[in-house]
């Protein structure tokens, strides 16, 4: 049940651009990623809603395929400060409540 | 600042110990979560509440039990601690707005590291 992020970890470099992706297995209403900084506290990025609303982050962008049940996160012209590890959590029960997480994916961005 | 604290932030204890987690809320949310966390398993639900009258078991709340005492605070018990409880854990709590919690985010606290020898 878990969703399957992809790639597991990216290095990048300043300015380089990458897309992390997460596949679930179940029918989605909502996607939610979040960024979590070593040592620190998950913290929200956006929200994608069936029927495409979108919710969060101005400077990262995302999207959601219903049909495919997937999102995927683009981070453009990255900085230092997108260093961290970025979860995907999908609500099958339409709810926002029972999130199920994906693993994440370290993203590591050199200057 | 609005914030979400846990106490405590760190805590050791031995096999068969009964602990609590503590997590506090000054944001009026209704709201709150209980996770944990392992390397390369992602954040896993434990327990969530709607309100006071309101708890619901997540994804892996065995061995675990909540007390919600006001709609500020929510608490997280071990009742007897075994090792592979060992893992960062987090409160977390969202607002409802337009009638769905899917429009919210969570916010998090800043966690508590337990390890159970």
């Known amino acids: 049940q878990q969703p399957v992020q992809s790639p597991q970890a990216v290095i990048l470099r300043e300015g380089e651009d990458a897309v992390i992706n997460c596949s679930s297995s179940?029918?989605?209403?909502?996607v939610h990623w979040y960024r979590q900084k070593h040592g620190e506290a998950p913290v929200f990025l956006m929200i994608l809603l069936k029927g495409g609303e979108q919710k969060g982050h101005e400077k990262i962008s995302a999207s959601f395929n219903e049909k495919k049940q997937q999102s995927s996160l683009y981070l453009t012209a990255s900085q230092l400060s997108y260093s961290g590890t970025y979860f995907c959590?999908?609500?099958?029960?339409?709810?926002?409540?029972?999130?199920?997480f994906g693993a994440g994916t370290i993203l590591r961005v050199k200057s | 600042d609005a914030d979400v604290t846990q106490t405590p932030r760190n805590r050791i204890t031995k096999t068969g110990k009964r602990i609590m987690l503590e997590c506090s809320q000054t944001k009026g949310h209704d709201r709150m979560y209980w996770y944990r966390q392992d390397p390369g398993l992602g954040l896993r639900l434990i327990y969530y509440?709607?309100?006071?009258?309101?708890?619901n078991k997540g994804e892996i709340s065995d061995g675990y039990s909540v007390s919600r005492q006001a709609q500020a605070k929510f608490s997280l018990s071990l009742e007897s601690a075994i090792p592979n409880q060992t893992a960062l854990y987090f409160c977390?709590?969202?607002?409802?707005?337009?009638?769905?919690?899917?429009?919210?985010?969570?916010?998090f606290g800043p966690g508590t590291r337990l390890t159970v020898l």
């Open positions: 179940k029918a989605l209403y909502s």
């Open positions: 959590g999908t609500d099958p029960t339409g709810s926002g409540n029972k999130l199920v």
């Open positions: 977390a709590t969202s607002d409802v707005a337009g009638g769905s919690a899917s429009y919210n985010e969570q916010f």
């Open positions: 509440s709607f309100d006071v009258k309101d708890i």
